[in-house]
Structure formats: structure tokens, C-alpha cells
């Protein structure tokens, strides 16, 4: 069944690794978490930030996290790996926003952060992606080239992609969109319905829907069974990749 809450201190691990998948909300982030196999239990929880995740990873509580954020920043623009995820998604290629040059990471203002990207890499940026520059800054914060070994970057769309073999027909936020997203994610997590109707306050139905990807993502990362997109390393040795 689903289940909510925050995260528990001092559980008894499980014989079966854990894993977990985040997406931004109003709230911080929604963290599913799940058994890395089987048609197990999973957990819907709000965390603040990524500091009781990463906590968790390094406790080997959750052996490996897919979140919906950038990582890796260039120092141009764009990076490889959404470059090559915008080819793979095809009529849903605008949901993904080229991540922002690092330069621009802790500008206070969207105009500050345009004028500098037109600075450094002569683009500007979009005002979606300026309105989660917090969350990229928040992360960027926390993760580290050790890190980003069980923790790493996915996109919902492109984890939708993998596992239906072919990019989403509809928008997600269309009836048929969510129907279509709601199919196969039933097929892998079979408390999704109630993870869904018992989600905690300040996260939409979409953002359980998007961090449930992600933990689907990470079970295949686990296995050995997953993609990457893109590779290069950043000037802080981060991987510029996205994983599906």
C-alpha cells in the first residue's frame, strides 16, 4: 500500500535494497521510495531538500535516488544529454528545458540570470527554467562526483519514454496524458492508486506521477539495465547526463 509521512529514523533495513524517486513540489520534494524489485510497497513522503536523502544514501538506506533536476552545469549551452533527450522525445520535446549555465545559478532575478547567460553563452534562458533555479542551486549545493553515483539526474518524460519504447502520445496534463503515464506506471508499482489519493499536502497528482518515474528509473540504474544520456563532466567533475 501507499503510505505517507516523513522519513523514519532508525527503521530496520530491509534484506531488499531500497530506492527512490524525486520530483520538485511546492512542498520541497516528493520522495517515492520502493523496493529495487517486485510489487512491493512504496512510500509517498514530502522532504524539504536533499540533505535527509543524501543522508540516507550514505546510511545505505536507499541504494539508488533518480531526481528530476539538473546535474552537472556547463559553462555553455546546451548540455549533450538534453540535447540528445529532446531527439529522443519528439512530439514532447519541449518538456525538456536546456539546463542553465553555471553562471547564472545564483542570480536573484530572472533579468540578472538572462543577462547573464547572454553574457557568458550570447542565449538567454526560459522563465520556467529560472522559476526552479532555487532547486538546481539547492542541489548543486549538496551533490558531489561520489554522490552522483545513487544519486542522479532523470527526466520524467525520458523515463516514459524508456519504458514504453517510444514517447508519450499526449501532454501529461491532458486526461489522456495522465491515463497514459497512469497505465504504465500501474504495470510496475501496483500501490501506485493509493499512492496517489494519499499524498501529502503541497504535491499535485503530476508530481507523484513524475517521482514515481523516477524510482522506476532508479530500480533499472540498480540493475544494470539502465540508459544514459550524454556524459561529459562539468568544472566540478560532475557528470552532465541524464538516466533512464
Avoid at 37 to 47: A, D, F, K, L, P
Avoid at 222 to 234: E, I, K, N
Amino acid at each position: 500500500m501507499g503510505m505517507t509521512g516523513t522519513i523514519p529514523t532508525g527503521r530496520v533495513r530491509s534484506s531488499m535494497p531500497m530506492v527512490g524517486g524525486m520530483d520538485g513540489c511546492a512542498g520541497g520534494w516528493v520522495l517515492v521510495t520502493a523496493p529495487a524489485e517486485g510489487q512491493c510497497e512504496t512510500v509517498v513522503q514530502v522532504v524539504p531538500n536533499l540533505h535527509p536523502v543524501a543522508a540516507m544514501v550514505k546510511s545505505d538506506e536507499l541504494a539508488a535516488v533518480g531526481i528530476d533536476i539538473p546535474i552537472g552545469l556547463s559553462d555553455t549551452y546546451p548540455r549533450a544529454c538534453d540535447v540528445e533527450a529532446r531527439k529522443k522525445l519528439g512530439p514532447r520535446a519541449s518538456s525538456v528545458f536546456p539546463a542553465p549555465i553555471r553562471a547564472v545559478l545564483h542570480a536573484i532575478t530572472y533579468e540578472e540570470a538572462a543577462a547573464l547567460s547572454v553574457a557568458a553563452c550570447g542565449k538567454s534562458l526560459p522563465k520556467q527554467l529560472f522559476n526552479i533555479l532555487a532547486k538546481i542551486a539547492e542541489v548543486d549545493s549538496v551533490i558531489s562526483p561520489e554522490l552522483q553515483n545513487s544519486v542522479f539526474e532523470v527526466h520524467p518524460e525520458v523515463s516514459f519514454w524508456a519504458m514504453a519504447g517510444r514517447p508519450m502520445a499526449y501532454y501529461k496534463r491532458t486526461p489522456q496524458g495522465r491515463d497514459e503515464r497512469l497505465a504504465l506506471l500501474r504495470k510496475e508499482f501496483s500501490d501506485l492508486d493509493r499512492g496517489i489519493s494519499s499524498r501529502p499536502p503541497k504535491c499535485s497528482v503530476d508530481d507523484v506521477l513524475d517521482a514515481y518515474a523516477a524510482a522506476w528509473t532508479a530500480r533499472r540504474r540498480l540493475a544494470g539495465t539502465s540508459v544514459r544520456l550524454g556524459g561529459d563532466v562539468d568544472t566540478r567533475g560532475l557528470r552532465m547526463e541524464v538516466i533512464a
